[in-house]
């Protein structure tokens, strides 16, 4: 154990449980450095503080610019105590030690989230914080740094347990904590001025993080995990509020994720998305939220079971009382009325999260998977359903029209080969993730005549439906399986070297059919 510690350098943008700290480090008789508003904090709370200024002899000089940037403050966070030579330094140049820094950093990523312009976004860039936080975790063997105020309570414990001092694992561990928030705090700042300069793929790639949750496992219970948020702020998963429910798993934040993203793509009418794997096995459209769920929750019931359901609208007691007959994982909405968190309140294991809005569909933005030994850095599909070619005889009557757009936006949120069957603003077949497209037409087919029959239906409800397709068709036979279920009408991005043998299958099987020359592959 080193020494206690005697002399501490406080200079935070942070302010809360300062006063606290400081009460405590004077009355364990610690001298206390500090600057500008943390020091009069401090005086206002009654601690006795010496400024910096008056330290080092030093005024502080381009408008706070430079005020810690000198060799008495640095000197005194680097010196290795052991050392002879520095501490000949020392004496020579009357240096002395400073034990413990608490640093955070100016509001950087908080400034430029509130939209702030350049020149308020560069002067919230930090300078003399960084580099009193890395000198000080580089000669963590002699020196504690805290840069977040959460540490607090830890660090008062720690100098409680050990007569004011505190023990190499315990420093060690902030240095670590340290390291990470400056290279975050880096990487904001980098990402910032990419933004700014239209740079889509810098040089270096920078990112950062923030831990949310350990995970008691991954994908699977022999994979660790952990939950981090970072990037651009996005109502959804990471700015959730849980209101209730057991701690939320890997599975459950990919797929809530999933679902809330789909749903988001629905503003017009309430909308409800149920989600099993990260693919929806239900998706509708109505014109109040109970109606919308339990047509969602139709084209697959027995897919839904332990599944997520999300809503676009603010959930109400009736829908909540039909939600809560099923055995899901996850209920996501923007928000939840007073009567319906009482109803979900008896489903103790069911996790309820509250967003407070929904994420814009068509917002811009990256997303990043790890591939071995590198990274894939694409932006996010934002492409919306636009202009639509009829490429056959017979052009889509106007309800077609209206559940080809449907079927199509939801074909965006399957994994690929994806095909959807839909009718009435409703799913009512869903094929995702196989290996031939035409395999994923028979499977949609299929579930929609099984949806038939647990409904009490003898036709199946693939009959007079439109199907969608995330991508073209190379060959007719994912087109003709469609027809020989019963869909009417087709909606495909087009592009293959065959539309022309496509298009005469339509035509033959008195399909009509448009192209958006936009594909959706999800892998």
């Not at 969602?296 to 997520?308: H, K, N, Q, V, Y």
Request: charged content about 25%; glycine content about 10%.
């Amino acid at each position: 154990m080193t020494e206690p510690i005697r002399r501490a350098l406080i200079s935070v943008s942070d302010k809360s449980g300062l006063a606290e700290l400081g009460a405590f480090l004077a009355g364990r008789g610690v001298e206390i450095l500090s600057t500008g508003g943390s020091a009069k904090l401090l005086k206002d709370a009654g601690v006795p503080v010496i400024e910096v200024s008056d330290f080092t002899g030093f005024p502080e000089i381009m408008d706070g610019r430079v005020k810690t940037l000198q060799p008495r403050i640095h000197g005194g966070l680097l010196a290795v105590r052991a050392n002879a030579e520095h501490r000949k330094a020392m004496e020579t140049h009357g240096i002395q030690p400073i034990d413990l820094l608490v640093v955070n950093l100016y509001p950087f990523e908080a400034t430029v989230a509130r939209g702030a312009d350049f020149d308020d976004c560069i002067e919230n860039i930090d300078i003399g914080g960084p580099a009193l936080i890395r000198a000080a975790a580089k000669n963590h063997g002699d020196v504690t740094v805290v840069v977040d105020a959460g540490d607090y309570g830890a660090l008062i414990d720690e100098m409680n347990a050990n007569g004011g001092a505190t023990t190499a694992d315990f420093r060690r561990r902030l240095a670590a904590a340290a390291y990470a928030r400056t290279a975050a705090y880096d990487a904001a700042i980098s990402g910032w001025f990419a933004d700014r300069l239209g740079d889509t793929f810098p040089k270096r790639l920078t990112f950062g993080g923030e831990l949310r949750q350990v995970l008691r496992y991954g994908e699977n219970p022999h994979q660790e995990a952990a939950f981090y948020a970072g990037g651009a702020a996005r109502p959804g998963i990471a700015t959730a509020e849980q209101l209730q429910g057991k701690e939320l798993s890997f599975n459950n934040l990919n797929d809530t994720d999933a679902a809330f993203e789909l749903v988001a793509e629905f503003r017009d009418r309430p909308a409800c998305v149920i989600v099993k794997h990260a693919n929806p096995c239900g998706v509708a459209l109505d014109d109040d939220l109970y109606s919308a769920y339990r047509r969602a929750l139709a084209c697959d019931t027995e897919s839904a079971f332990g599944g997520i359901i999300a809503v676009n609208r603010a959930l109400d007691a009736g829908t909540a009382e039909a939600v809560a007959d099923l055995f899901a994982e996850v209920v996501i909405a923007p928000a939840i009325d007073g009567a319906a968190r009482a109803v979900l309140a008896a489903k103790k294991n069911l996790r309820v999260l509250v967003t407070g809005a929904m994420p814009d569909p068509a917002a811009l933005g990256m997303t990043l998977r790890s591939l071995a030994g590198g990274y894939l850095l694409q932006g996010r599909d934002a492409g919306l359903v636009g202009d639509l070619k009829v490429v056959t005889k017979r052009t889509p009557t106007d309800r077609e029209m209206a559940d080809l757009a449907f079927a199509f936006t939801v074909a965006k949120h399957v994994k690929s080969n994806a095909i959807v069957y839909a009718k009435d603003q409703a799913t009512v077949g869903v094929g995702a993730g196989q290996m031939s497209r035409v395999n994923s037409s028979r499977i949609a087919a299929w579930k929609a005549r099984d949806a038939a029959r647990v409904a009490g239906d003898d036709e199946s409800w693939a009959v007079g439906s439109v199907v969608a397709s995330d991508a073209f068709f190379p060959f007719a036979d994912g087109l003709l399986a469609a027809a020989e279920a019963g869909a009417t009408a087709v909606i495909q991005p087009g592009g293959s070297m065959r539309d022309d043998e496509v298009i005469k299958a339509a035509d033959e099987a008195g399909l009509a059919m448009v192209f958006t020359g936009m594909r959706h592959f999800r892998h």
